[in-house]
């Protein structure tokens, strides 16, 4: 029997305040390269009017999403950081339903439903946990929250992007 997606978060917190993953400070900045034209969510994509792109000029970010543009641009064929980004297109899109839409709110949302995406569609526990976890520590720490706290705070609406993005 698969996990619930509210048990794939939950035992992603467990990891993350646990500290059980490697700290990958050696490793390349990315996941091991994969066709995202292969991937599920490369339909949602272009059935949301997006274009996605690979953009290896992007300074200081895996990837982006540029709102006005309808573009989401990656520095490699990444496929966590494709989900991170389509997450802030599902936060777009479920204007009203959720609450949390501070900047940081919104990365911490993208990253856990980023995690919790590559390990259901990719069907492998993500080797790259260590940088989720470090990217929800900044943006939980301006937020004055620790990231289990900062998590278990928007853990609903996250779930419901995670839906949203595989209904």
Known sequence: MEASISEMLVSILVEFQLGEFEYTGENPLHHEPVNLSELPL?????????????????????????????????VSPDAKVFFHELAHVAIERLNGSITHTQL???????????????????????????????????????????????????????VEIIKYLLG
């Not at 994509?45 to 792109?53: C, D, F, R, T, Y």
């Not at 993208?110 to 569609?121: C, D, H, K, M, P």
């Not at 069907?123 to 289990?148: C, E, H, M, W």
């Open 42 to 74: 490369m339909e949602k994509a272009g059935e949301w009017g997006l274009v996605v792109k690979i953009a290896p000029g992007l300074r200081k970010r895996l990837g982006h999403y540029d709102k006005d543009r309808r573009e989401i641009l990656l």
């Open 104 to 158: 940081q709110w919104e990365e911490i949302m993208s990253e856990l439903a980023a995690v919790a995406l590559y390990q259901i569609i990719m069907k492998k526990p993500d080797d790259r946990l260590s940088d989720s976890y470090s990217l929800i520590l900044f943006n939980a720490g301006a937020l004055d929250k620790t990231p289990l706290e900062a998590c278990l705070e928007v853990f609903s609406e996250t």
